[in-house]
């Protein structure tokens, strides 16, 4: 599994997205981690498809889409229009309908992801993976969403390690707290997608945590 390290642009300064964008790439980043949040499945409010467009006109980069919101269905047109890549939406959203969200975000070329809740069960997303129509990635969340800076919980790394061992091939992310500090509990437990906010733009040289992220997923990937 490849590593792809996606710095979580929510910490960067909005004012300048295309600039920060353009840093994280030129500073090693795979995937640009775009927190898409409502005001409603969770407590805060960020950005959404008119600031993607925006952004997509000055990057080629992949836009790792990261949707907190009640209603995603209504987002995979805007988004796709937008140049959106991947589109990671939360199964505590979706639980009547995801078969067919999942088929709308890949007929309109885009990636699709499911992401669970700390509280979540991680067998919720099993069939998602199995299903006919599967999701590629699965986006473990390891805070509460809706903010960055939050402490990274290592207990969610059992549900990683389930993950890991049930799909070998799978694109397990993880979001939520990571850095240099805690990014070795989750590359062993078979992370291989590192979503970092404050750690990378907090950083005095971004370019080095993104450097220590990216060694902890391969050194894990060797030592299995
Ligand atoms: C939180 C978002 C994260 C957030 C991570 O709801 O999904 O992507 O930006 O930020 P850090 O890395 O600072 O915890
Ligand atoms: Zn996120």
Known sequence: MAAKIAPSMLS??????????????????DWLHMDIMDGHFVPNLTIGAPVIESLRKHTK??????????NPSDYVEPLAKAGASGFTFHIEATKEYWQELIQSIKSRGMRPGVALKPGTPVEEVFSLV???????????????????GQKFMPEMMDKVRTLRKKY??????????????????????????????SSVFGAPEPGQVIHILRKSVEQSQENN
């Open 12 to 29: 960067s300064d909005f004012a300048n997205l295309a600039t920060e964008a353009e840093r994280m790439v030129r500073l090693g980043a």
């Open 61 to 70: 980069a992949y836009l790792d889409c990261h949707l907190m919101v009640t």
């Open 130 to 148: 199995e299903a006919e129509n599967p999701v590629e990635l699965v986006l473990v969340m390891t805070v509460e969403p809706g903010f960055g």
């Open 168 to 197: 070998p091939a799978l694109d397990i992310e993880v979001d939520g707290g990571l850095g240099p500090s805690t990014i070795d509990a989750a590359a062993s437990a078979g992370a291989n997608c590192i979503v970092a906010g």
